[in-house]
Nanobody
Framework: QVQLVESGGGMVQAGGSLRLSCVASGRTASSYSMAWFRQAPGKERQFVAGIIRNLPKTDYVDSVKGRFTISRDNAKNTVYLQMFSLKPEDTAVYYC?????????????????WGQGTQVTVSS
């Protein structure tokens, strides 16, 4: 069992930056591959970025490549999503996700655990 708690969301103007954090607690939290998803109003939840357990391998959706960076600090059981050059279309609730596997969960059905979400609003 893993519990995920996100923080760091907020409101920012277009072009600004934010850093989201996700603290994982529970048994062997560092054994999970982690990801960030987002869900805008009226839209499906979609994969944004992921990082494989114990490996420096990351993956991103095309729309955030070069602007977002996912990283993890296993000593702190924390995963980060650094977001630069934010756009209004990045506005969404951002969810932290975990999967007990050597693979990034890229679909909602592949996720084992979810956080409660944190709102990111980018104004134009």
């Amino acid at each position: 069992q893993v519990q995920l708690v996100e923080s760091g969301g907020g409101m920012v103007q277009a072009g600004g930056s934010l850093r989201l954090s996700c603290v994982a607690s529970g048994r062997t939290a560092s054994s999970y591959s982690m990801a960030w998803f987002r869900q805008a109003p009226g839209k499906e939840r979609q994969f944004v970025a992921g990082i494989i357990r114990n490996l420096p391998k990351t993956d991103y959706v095309d729309s955030v490549k070069g602007r977002f960076t996912i990283s993890r600090d296993n000593a702190k059981n924390t995963v980060y999503l650094q977001m630069f050059s934010l756009k209004p279309e990045d506005t969404a609730v951002y969810y932290c996700a975990a999967k007990f596997a050597y693979a990034v969960p890229k679909t909602v059905g592949a996720v084992d655990y979810w956080g409660q979400g944190t709102q990111v609003t980018v104004s134009s």
